[in-house]
T-cell receptor, first 116, second 114 residues
Framework: AQKITQTQPGMFVQEKEAVTLDCTYD???????LFWYKQPSSGEMIFLIY??????QNATEGRYSLNFQKARKSANLVISASQLGDSAMYFC?????????????FGKGTLLTVNP | GAGVSQSPRYKVAKRGQDVALRCDPI?????LFWYQQALGQGPEFLTY????????KSGLPSDRFFAERPEGSVSTLKIQRTQQEDSAVYLC????????????FGPGTRLTVL
């Protein structure tokens, strides 16, 4: 089974509108972390936001927020007020377990296109 | 430089050739990771260093892949006898510590094996 599932290969949004990128995950661990990264055409992965499994509040970072629904095992990224520069691939990732586990497992990504 | 740098940015190799990919992490970062990103996929973990020690190489796809970080800073990923299935983007990332939330990624090296 896929550990990270991103069901939207591509999404389109009008500039200045909000968009939600879906991510569901599969783990039996109680302690885990969820990440979103942005990958522009230049190729560099840019960290956007992090949510810990024990965090009670949804994470927010500027225009990015993470809609964390633990029972549903979903961690959707919400981008508010989209900008043209938001056009990129977006990857959801998970780090399972606590202790010394450091590996990130990524989904296949969603290509977001922001239209003017 | 301020960020993680990788060289070369692009590498074309003939099948059977050996290649070496370099990663310069952010100064002071203890942890260094290598990932492989096939076309249309997310990155997949290859190996992890803490300083000069390679603590995990479980993601290396075969014994043709070898990574080192002899002085705890610059790292090299070497692929011997390259095969077409090795064609991918190889990403390097570094962080202050393994469990530090943010891994800083380099721009990657796109390897094409003909």
């Amino acid at each position: 089974a896929q550990k990270i599932t991103q069901t939207q290969p591509g999404m389109f949004v009008q500039e200045k509108e909000a968009v939600t990128l879906d991510c569901t995950y599969d783990t039996s661990d109680q302690s885990y972390g969820l990440f979103w990264y942005k990958q522009p055409s230049s190729g560099e992965m840019i960290f956007l936001i992090y949510q810990g499994s024990y965090d009670e509040q949804n994470a927010t970072e500027g225009r990015y927020s993470l809609n964390f629904q633990k029972a549903r095992k979903s961690a959707n990224l919400v981008i508010s007020a989209s900008q043209l520069g938001d056009s990129a691939m977006y990857f959801c990732a998970m780090r399972e377990g606590g202790g010394s586990n450091y590996k990130l497992t990524f989904g296949k990504g969603t290509l977001l296109t922001v239209n003017p | 430089g301020a960020g993680v740098s990788q060289s070369p940015r692009y590498k074309v190799a003939k099948r059977g050739q050996d290649v070496a990919l370099r990663c310069d992490p952010i100064s002071g970062h203890v942890s260094l990771f290598w990932y492989q990103q096939a076309l249309g996929q997310g990155p997949e973990f290859l190996t992890y260093f803490q300083n000069e020690a390679q603590l995990d190489k479980s993601g290396l796809p075969s014994d043709r892949f070898f990574a080192e970080r002899p002085e705890g800073s610059v790292s090299t990923l070497k692929i011997q006898r390259t095969q077409q299935e090795d064609s991918a983007v190889y990403l390097c990332a570094s962080s202050w510590a393994a469990l530090y939330n943010e891994q800083f990624f380099g721009p990657g090296t796109r390897l094409t094996v003909l």
